[in-house]
């Protein structure tokens, strides 16, 4: 089922968001690449940020999201156009660098992606990606109970979404196509403020579907009212913030010259 993206409730924690962004592009080791692509970028704000760290490289920002393109820096140097990573996966050219902060995740199946992304790699160079490894935690499972129960599941059935692999599985997927595979998993600890801090985060990503899915007003809102109630419990306000552990996946990947 499809859905649309808000790039202003996205970036409500940007700050948080963007962190595991330039982690993973810390280990990209490349000094003056001229192709760079960013494979889900949506509202390209930490895109731009590539222009600093290779300033004569050209860049792209790809992703599915019209609204998400639409709020994308102009006049920033990059280029930004919506499109599939599907698509772009089967179409000729090859990159110097290629990234994908937090976006394989909504793709079903896509450790069998991999194999036609480290195609359009050029030799040398670098295929950098990071995913939410948290799918298990309240956050998650909370709305996925909540989404199965009988005045809810009749419209939740084919919803989107996301999840993710173990960082073995993807060295086993990338190693064997010749590539120097670095993967790793980190555990950041997100320090939000108000009560409902984790319902405001997840509306922003992982349960924006399930919501958008709702077929009236009256649905959505019964829905989100209790996911705010269950989510409160989960991850109270200690006194000084809610604390929201976030697991992420991350791998950086150098194909043979």
Partial sequence: MDHTWDPRQYLAYSDQ?????????????VESPREVVDLGCGPGNLTVALTEVWPTARIAGIDDSAEMIGAA??????SFE???????ATQPGQVDVLLSNATLQWIPDHLELLDPLVGRVAPGGWFAFQVPGNFAAPSHAIRA?????PRFA????DVAVPSSHDPVDYYRRLA???LEV???ETTYLHVLQGQDAVFDWV?????????????????????????????????PDEGNGVLLPFRRIFVVAQKAA
């Fill in 17 to 29: 968001r963007g962190r595991p962004f330039f982690d993973l592009l810390r280990r990209v080791r």
């Fill in 73 to 78: 820096p102009a006049d920033s140097g990059v």
């Fill in 145 to 149: 109970e909540l989404a199965a129960e």
């Fill in 82 to 88: 919506v499109g599939d990573l599907r698509d772009w």
């Fill in 203 to 235: 509306c922003g990503t992982g349960a924006r579907p399930t919501l958008q899915a709702l077929p009236d007003e009256g649905t959505r809102e019964a829905f989100a009212q209790e996911l705010r109630i269950r989510l409160r419990e989960a991850y």
């Fill in 176 to 178: 064997p196509l010749g």
């Fill in 154 to 157: 009749p419209h939740l059935g």
């Fill in 182 to 184: 670095d993967a790793w």
